[in-house]
């Protein structure tokens, strides 16, 4: 469905030249669905409009959704869907005109276009503000009325671009549930760029990790984690005092690793953290250190970033 | 998607946006008839001037409002553009596979029909003070305030996407409003002017309009004001489609 070959682009400016994207390989197959993760001006945006036809790449060559996107730009655009990461709608404009008249930009006749607006507004829980002018709804649903335009003439591939920024946890999850959906059933392509990490882990099948304009990594949520090496325990100790022996009690577990004392706590990594634990009590308790409490947690894609760069996608967000 | 049926699809669009809303009217019509009634007179006073009539004030003045109307409905259409690239709606529009020019030229479609319309309301309501109107030279004197709204839209459009933000779009019109209202002839006859200022009436577009407006309005047909205007308004236009047309196959969001 996608199919891109060193994808590169440079934004020339006054004094410098920006390197936005430093040659992109991705292959994406009809039917997935693939989150592209990455920090703050890693070059996703970039990435996507170049796939979108919006942006002609400085190198490199794309086909999606079959065509070319630099000789045959209208054919892809025909067949996708792009949500950018700015407001689709605007100002002034009803819900239900914004969305018909998107329907006649790709060609649909008003009786279809009408037809269509409704089903997608009732699918998106619009409905009850089809005749609100847009700049009267929330964020959450400005943000599925852009998804409805970007679904308008049922595309086979949709780019989501930062789909749930800016909304709170309850619209968000409504809006990932939306996409599962959709892939689930119309069978649409989907490639979503975000910086959550539990997004990702949420939706996609494949993740793709992209930092300073190049590809990272590349693989399930799951292939991508056993890359971190075990789970991570915590313990939470009554003062300072207790560190040292906490520390010497974790390092006789066997696969202990990593082991880093913070203020109260120690944290280190261990391989299956669950059946680690109960030891791990026993040999606190045996050692007579009183814990306040006890955490294990499975790798997550930002312990895969760290692994990956040195560096926390946390941080930069 | 054929540039006609997408041109009205973006017309459909904007008209809408712009339809429950007074305020794009209230800016468009303001000027002109608050000129019409605390300036007219003012012109009136002056009794027999070069250029001007010694009577029949409002025969010479109301074509000059109404091409200062159609300045006012189109020049600045470019900073609605402006804000649809900000927000983002345009990038969105550009995704589909909608004909790019079409998304200017529904948006100056727009302006040619309102300026129609604002033609025929102000033309109505200044007739019972004294308007005459020749019957065939009231409607190619609409046909032309039409294309004259057409130039200045597509022109005001360029400017907006060349320039792409806002106080920069601003500060054009700032430094061109005030000489293009002036040299225009519409709120005193160019008669009067200096040799310098005169010869820089003659390359203001709307300079020419008002005289060729004032010639239709008595159905002077013979006189070559009205041609003239007709090729000045259409010469901007085509350079205003030429650049526009280039701006909208290279644009960058
Ligand atoms: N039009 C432009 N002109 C100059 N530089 C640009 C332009 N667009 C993007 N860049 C630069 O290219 C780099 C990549 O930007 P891009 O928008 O692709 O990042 P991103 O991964 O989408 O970031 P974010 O998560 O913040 O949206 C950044 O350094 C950015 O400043
Ligand atoms: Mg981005």
Redesign the pocket.
Known sequence: MIHAQNLVRR?E?KNET?H?VRGVDVDVAPGEVVAFL?P????????LRMLTTLLPPSDGTATVAGFDIRNEPVEVRRRIGHIG?GNGSFDGLRVQEELQIQGRFYGLDRGTARVRARELLDQLDLSEQADRDVARLSGGQRRRLDVAMGLIHRPQLIFLD?PSSGLDPQSRANLLEHIRRLHRQEDVTIFL?T?YLDEADAVAQRVVVIDDGRIIADGTPDQLKSKVSGDLITVTLQGPEDLPTAAEVAGRIPTAHEIEPGSDRVAFRVEHGDTAMPELIRALDAAGLVMRGAHVQRPTLDDVFLNLTGRSLRDED | MNLITSTGSVFDRELRAKIRTPWPYVEALADPLLLLILFAPLVAGLGDMPGLPATDTIQWFVPGMLVLMAFTTSAFIGSGIQEERQAGSLERMLVTPVNRVSLLLGRVLRVVVIVAVQSVVVVAVTVPFGLRVHPDGILVAILQLGVLAAALGIASLVTGLTLQNAYAFWGVIAIFYTPIIVTSGALLPMDLAPDWLFAVSRINPLAHVVEAQRTLFVGDFADSSIVLGFVVALAVAAAGVLIGTRAMNRI?L
Do not use: D, M, Y
């Not at chain 1, 703050?40 to 990435?47: C, D, E």
């Open positions: 934004f400016l920006v936005a990455g703050n001006g890693a070059g996703k945006s970039t990435t990461q930062e760029t910086h | 960058r």
